[in-house]
């Protein structure tokens, strides 16, 4: 069992930047592949980021590709989203997720086993 917290969301201007942490307790971060997932009222939860339990490939949903960047802290067991240009439309509840995730599936919802209950990120325009 996993649990995982995120924290590090908040308010910030377009163009500005916030560092997004999940720690976890009860295992470690190194045991699994990590995602970052966002999700909004009006949309489903939809793939962010996501990195390898080898932390040898890292993937990127094309509308945050150049712009946001994944890695783990396995000294700390956390992982990080670094998150830079933000733009409106980055306006999301973001979610940390754990799971033992093949490489076709890490942008898939239903292949994490563990979430944290997700983190406010709003830009303004």
């Known amino acids: 069992q996993v649990q995982l917290v995120e924290s590090g969301g908040g308010l910030v201007q377009a163009g500005g930047s916030l560092r997004l942490s999940c720690a976890a307790s009860?295992?470690?971060?190194?045991?699994?592949?990590m995602g970052w997932f966002r999700q909004t009222p009006e949309k489903e939860r939809e793939f962010v980021a996501a990195?390898?339990?080898?932390?040898?490939?890292?993937y990127y949903a094309d509308s945050v590709k150049g712009r946001f960047t994944i890695s783990r802290d396995n000294a700390k067991n956390t992982v990080l989203l670094q998150m830079n240009s933000l733009k409106p439309d980055d306006t999301a509840v973001y979610y940390c997720?754990?799971?033992?995730?093949?490489?076709?599936?890490?942008?898939?919802?239903?292949?994490?086993?563990?979430w944290g209950r997700g983190t406010q990120v709003t830009v303004s325009s």
């Open positions: 997720a754990a799971g033992p995730v093949r490489a076709f599936q890490m942008d898939r919802p239903y292949a994490y086993d563990y």
């Open positions: 990195i390898s339990r080898s932390d040898t490939s890292t």
């Open positions: 009860g295992r470690a971060v190194s045991s699994y592949a």
